[in-house]
């Protein structure tokens, strides 16, 4: 079980294990927003209802920059797991086959890392691409790459309970929370 904790400004930042979650509401440092309904976690001296969202006391600034980094596990929640040239999902692939990064303008061509040059591949696609421009491949994506808003990245690869979707849809809109639901 896990906890979203929100920044003071109620921005949701993160999930943390309700273990975290009880350390900073015990230090100070945070407040129960949300309590699973029931559950209490019990000590020698407390007891307390088991969070399931938390509220940071004080504001803590986060740079955007650090949001918008490409892993591969956001690259493959952004592209919904699924090869960007033959249209295979992850659950599709051989045994010995599997998710890849590619480059559309490979590194060695002067590619850079940025979220408009990568896809995901699978890497049968991948090698038979290699070191050529799609074009030269006769390989063509399926969409073209796009810098994903940082919301998309972060929440992606989570999963949320009804209780915590009210939050993100609260910050960020039902838009927001539709297109992570569909991810």
């Known amino acids: 079980m896990r906890c979203l904790a929100l920044n003071a400004s109620f921005e949701p930042l993160t999930m943390v294990p309700v273990r975290r979650a009880l350390r900073l509401v015990i230090d100070g440092k945070a407040v129960i927003v949300e309590a699973d309904k029931g559950a209490v976690v019990r000590s020698e001296r407390l007891e307390i209802p088991r969070p399931a969202v938390i ?48 480059h559309l303008v490979p590194l060695s061509r002067g590619g850079t890392n940025a979220w408009t040059n990568v896809l995901t591949a699978c890497s049968s696609c991948n090698t038979r691409k290699g070191n050529l421009l799609p074009e030269e491949a006769g390989m063509h994506p399926i969409r073209v790459p796009f810098e994903p808003h940082f919301v998309h990245l972060s929440w992606a690869v989570r999963r949320l309970t009804p209780i915590q979707n009210r939050y993100i849809r609260l910050f960020y809109g039902a838009d927001v929370l539709a297109t992570l639901e569909a991810m």
């Open 55 to 102: 509220r940071l006391v004080r504001f803590v600034h986060v740079p955007r920059r650090f949001r918008r980094q490409v892993t591969n596990t956001f690259l493959f929640a952004r592209d919904q797991y699924q090869c960007q040239f033959c249209g295979r999902h992850q659950i599709q692939l051989k045994p010995r086959e599997c998710l890849t990064r590619d």
